[in-house]
């Protein structure tokens, strides 16, 4: 079977809050056999959402993602022959869905996990049917884009999606989830914060983008608490929404979260 995106992850301040703001915005399921005292996981049928609780010297942030395969041992086989400067960390038992971390040649981290793992637990053994507002695709912005897109394409067999020309991302897919490699350049944030390449966004796939905002506005209308803050607010606020805009074009409408982890809705 072709590899499979199988979880995304979050660093969060709020990790509770924002585990009932993905369930309350986008309809997120929880396990029913989830830990309190543990991270938060929700899913929308397809992919896993992990919401960590920050620890001391990591930041908040859109963290990493994950990739499930048949056999990592012909994986690290591939990178031994092809990718030798790529290492691996074992993780321990206790991550349902995520046996070893690893890094790619731009040095994003994901995690690898093999299908036939008995760790599995939470909603990496509940899922079923996909939601109907479920996650399309989710951005990296790296430095060598071209390179990096050679790589997920030759060890993990993504396909890569048609573009319109003059586009500079790469859009691969494992057949569900779309990984939009965007290239990134310092001059690219002139007049707002400026960050490093990293993990960018969560882009979701919604019925219809106008009933998802009414239905926002009466969740967080609801429960204040829920209200993310407002992006695009004040001179820095505009240009980074306006490279956000030009940046992807499976991006529709554009918001964050509670912790200010960059999300976009899009109509299927």
């Given at each position: 079977?072709?590899?499979?995106?199988?979880?995304?992850?979050?660093?969060?301040?709020n990790?509770?809050?924002?585990?009932?703001?993905?369930?309350?915005?986008?309809?997120?399921n929880?396990?029913?056999?989830s830990?309190?005292?543990?991270?938060?996981?929700v899913a929308?049928g397809?992919?896993?959402?992990?919401?960590?609780?920050?620890?001391?010297?990591?930041?908040?942030?859109?963290?990493?993602?994950?990739?499930?395969?048949?056999?990592?041992?012909s994986?690290?086989d591939?990178?031994?022959?092809k990718?030798?400067?790529?290492?691996?960390?074992?993780?321990?038992?206790?991550r349902p869905?995520?046996?070893?971390?690893?890094?790619?040649?731009?040095?994003n981290v994901?995690?690898?996990?093999?299908?036939?793992?008995e760790n599995?637990?939470?909603?990496?053994?509940?899922?079923?049917?996909?939601?109907?507002?479920?996650?399309?695709?989710?951005g990296?912005?790296?430095?060598n884009?071209?390179?990096?897109?050679?790589?997920?394409?030759?060890?993990?067999?993504?396909e890569?999606r048609?573009?319109?020309e003059?586009?500079?991302?790469?859009?691969?897919?494992?057949g569900?989830?779309?990984?939009?490699?965007?290239?990134w350049?310092?001059?690219?944030?002139?007049?707002?914060?400026?960050y490093s390449?990293?993990?960018?966004?969560?882009?979701?796939?919604?019925?219809?983008?106008?009933?998802?905002?009414e239905?926002?506005?009466?969740?967080t209308?609801?429960?204040?608490s829920?209200?993310?803050p407002?992006v695009g607010?004040?001179?820095?606020?505009?240009?980074r929404?306006?490279?956000?805009?030009r940046?992807?074009?499976?991006?529709?409408?554009?918001l964050?979260?509670v912790?200010?982890?960059?999300?976009?809705?899009?109509?299927q």
């Amino acid at each position: 079977m072709p590899a499979k995106l199988n979880h995304l992850a979050i660093i969060s301040e709020n990790y509770a809050l924002s585990g009932k703001f993905y369930e309350a915005v986008f309809g997120m399921n929880t396990s029913q056999r989830s830990r309190a005292e543990g991270a938060v996981v929700v899913a929308d049928g397809y992919v896993g959402l992990n919401i960590n609780p920050r620890r001391p010297g990591r930041p908040a942030r859109f963290d990493h993602f994950g990739i499930e395969v048949d056999d990592v041992q012909s994986v690290f086989d591939h990178f031994q022959r092809k990718y030798p400067k790529v290492e691996w960390l074992k993780r321990p038992a206790n991550r349902p869905f995520a046996g070893i971390t690893t890094h790619d040649p731009d040095g994003n981290v994901f995690d690898l996990s093999q299908r036939s793992m008995e760790n599995r637990r939470d909603v990496y053994v509940e899922m079923g049917n996909i939601n109907e507002t479920h996650v399309g695709h989710f951005g990296v912005r790296a430095m060598n884009p071209d390179a990096l897109a050679e790589f997920y394409r030759d060890v993990f067999g993504f396909e890569a999606r048609n573009k319109a020309e003059g586009d500079r991302n790469h859009y691969l897919t494992d057949g569900h989830l779309t990984m939009v490699i965007m290239p990134w350049h310092i001059t690219d944030f002139d007049g707002t914060g400026i960050y490093s390449a990293a993990m960018d966004h969560i882009g979701f796939t919604v019925p219809s983008v106008a009933a998802f905002k009414e239905n926002f506005e009466r969740v967080t209308g609801t429960n204040p608490s829920l209200a993310p803050p407002a992006v695009g607010a004040g001179p820095e606020g505009k240009a980074r929404l306006a490279l956000s805009e030009r940046s992807c074009p499976l991006c529709q409408h554009h918001l964050a979260d509670v912790d200010g982890v960059l999300l976009s809705v899009a109509e299927q």
